[in-house]
Nanobody, 121 residues
Framework: QVQLVESGGGLVQPGGSLTLSCSASGTIFGINEMGWYRQAPGKQRESVATITNTDRSNIAASVKGRFTISKDDAKKTVYLHMNDLRSEDTAVYYC???????????????WGQGTLVTVSE
């Protein structure tokens, strides 16, 4: 059983910074990709940033230059560093991971429970 546990959400003023963390635990042979998605009220879930096991990252245009993604392979943890936060960044942020539990089975996709980020005065 794989679990993704997120932390770091909260209330921040416009222009502020937050770092989200997501750690994977359980039976894990390998992690192919980890990333962050978000869903604002009344909107569809969208990709924010992803990073592969070869350190290839993809950042959404809406946050490029303000958000970065990094990972610690030993800790099976991915981070989302958010700077210059804006009201439109307010959303529930979900961790996502593509994990191989054991060989020879293919990877499966997992989601965290979500953490709320609110950008407001």
């Amino acid at each position: 059983q794989v679990q993704l546990v997120e932390s770091g959400g909260g209330l921040v003023q416009p222009g502020g910074s937050l770092t989200l963390s997501c750690s994977a635990s359980g039976t894990i042979f390998g992690i192919n990709e980890m990333g962050w998605y978000r869903q604002a009220p009344g909107k569809q879930r969208e990709s924010v940033a992803t990073i592969t096991n070869t350190d290839r990252s993809n950042i959404a245009a809406s946050v490029k230059g303000r958000f970065t993604i990094s990972k610690d392979d030993a800790k099976k943890t991915v981070y989302l560093h958010m700077n210059d936060l804006r009201s439109e960044d307010t959303a529930v942020y979900y961790c996502n991971a593509h994990i191989v539990v054991r060989i020879p089975y293919p990877e499966s996709e997992y989601w965290g429970q979500g953490t709320l980020v609110t950008v407001s005065e």
